[in-house]
């Protein structure tokens, strides 16, 4: 009876260490889920734009500079989530468009065309600063806009650059306690490259913050929205999306962020 029982527990840590191995060998693709290619334009969309190939290392990252027909005076970095790519947020830079701001698109390497694979976090930053530094070149001021995943990324460039202001909208308070909520059982500050703590960089931030979320979200919680609000220093705003889900709609999302911009602005 002994030696089956040692045989079971040694049988359930074989288990365990070859599901931290497997964590550990697949974890980009149990995370990002980019699709690659662009099935549409922001011209069939009747929006003017630029196609840019900006270099990241040794990738080349495709952005879109989306501006309104009358010229835009504010310019919006949108930071997409982990899964798509950019010709699925071309809903949401229209309707910013029509609000009279500005918009710049991309994608993270192995995302639509830019080119490469992440392999870790620090890429989707390099990605993400080598487009915020070709906006900058061009035009001021800048707000930064992280949509789910983004987020992280969002306020890593909100940190690390003069922006004017971040929006996060359906962001996780961070990678590591959101994927403990499915994983708990794993050692997951262990086993990831991927850490993105939000809430700890929005204590360095010294610029207006905007944090969107739906009160039914069904991928990341509502209470990480709250958690992010309550961790924000002032100037902060808070809007709560009543009814809204993972993925809010697009007139909701540009109002709040054009009022936003006004008030602070």
Not at 16 to 33: I, K, N, P
Not at 155 to 182: H, M, P
């Amino acid at each position: 009876m002994k030696k089956m029982l040692i045989g079971m527990t040694c049988l359930a840590l074989l288990g365990y260490l070859s599901l931290c191995a497997a964590v550990w060998h697949w974890q980009t693709r149990l995370l990002l889920f980019p699709r690659v290619g662009l099935t549409r334009s922001p011209k069939e969309l009747g929006l003017s734009f630029e196609e840019w190939q900006v270099p990241s290392g040794s990738s080349q990252i495709v952005a879109w500079k989306i501006a309104p027909a009358g010229g835009a005076s504010q310019w919006v970095l949108h930071c997409h989530g982990n899964g798509g790519n950019i010709d699925g947020r071309l809903e949401l830079a229209k309707e910013l468009c029509q609000r009279g701001i500005g918009v710049v698109l991309f994608d993270y390497r192995g995302y639509g065309r830019s080119t490469g694979a992440i392999t870790r976090e620090g890429e989707l930053f390099d990605d993400a600063q080598a487009v915020y530094d070709r906006l900058a070149e061009l035009h001021q001021p800048i707000w930064i806009y992280g949509e789910s995943l983004g987020g992280g990324v969002a306020s890593y460039l909100a940190e690390k650059n003069a922006c004017k202001g971040l929006v996060l909208q359906s962001t996780f308070t961070s990678f590591l306690e959101r994927a403990g909520e499915n994983y708990g059982f794993l050692p997951l500050s262990v086993l990831s490259r991927f850490q993105m703590n939000t809430r700890a960089r929005l204590a360095n931030l010294k610029v207006p913050v905007l944090v969107i979320h739906g009160n039914r979200d069904e991928v990341i919680g509502f209470r990480h929205g709250q958690a992010l609000f309550a961790a924000a220093k002032e100037p902060k705003s808070w809007v709560e999306v009543n009814g809204g889900f993972h993925d809010l709609p697009e007139d909701v999302l540009a109002d709040a962020v054009a009022a936003w911009m006004a008030k602070v602005d």
